[in-house]
């Protein structure tokens, strides 16, 4: 193991602190991610893919959610009725790029007092539609998007 990596990890086994409301070992100061997870987990019946033929999406999706470490970064499904004001910006690659509101938001904040998510707010979001892609290169650019956010 190199020794920066240790280092580290030292430095981020020291900064854990136990939440005050699951009792676990979080690293976050100003929310726990466990808690976050948890109520990701406890929401789960209330949001479905599209794509029922298809569960591997929202396992997927699922399996995201219980890695989140912050409450901006949440890996969610986002049904097609909440997004509106879709606009064609542009061609690029194997896909089209649009722009659209996003009705609602994404996540942004955890409130500790609600021991809920709150979201954004409406904003506006950028859409691929990808065309004949094979599965391996959908995974490289949601990775790229993931990674962009
Ligand atoms: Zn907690």
Redesign the pocket.
């Known amino acids: 193991m190199e020794i920066l990596t240790m280092i580290k990890l030292f430095l981020i086994k020291e900064k854990k602190r136990i939440?005050e409301?699951?009792q676990?070992e979080?690293l976050a100061i100003l929310y726990?991610e466990?808690?976050i997870r948890n109520y990701l987990k406890e929401n789960l019946s209330n949001w479905i893919s599209e794509n029922n033929k298809n569960n591997n999406i929202d396992d997927l999706i699922q399996e995201c959610q219980m890695e989140s470490l912050t409450s901006s970064k949440v890996v969610e499904w986002i049904p097609y009725s909440n997004l509106q004001n879709i606009n064609y910006l542009t061609k690029g690659g194997c896909s089209k790029i649009y722009i659209a509101d996003w009705i609602g938001g994404s996540y942004y904040k955890w409130n500790s007092e609600e021991q809920q998510l709150e979201r954004y707010g409406t904003h506006e979001v950028i859409l691929k539609r990808l065309k004949n892609v094979k599965s391996r290169a959908l995974i490289s650019s949601v990775q790229f998007s993931i990674c962009q956010n």
């Open positions: 939440c409301n699951c676990k979080c726990c466990y808690c």
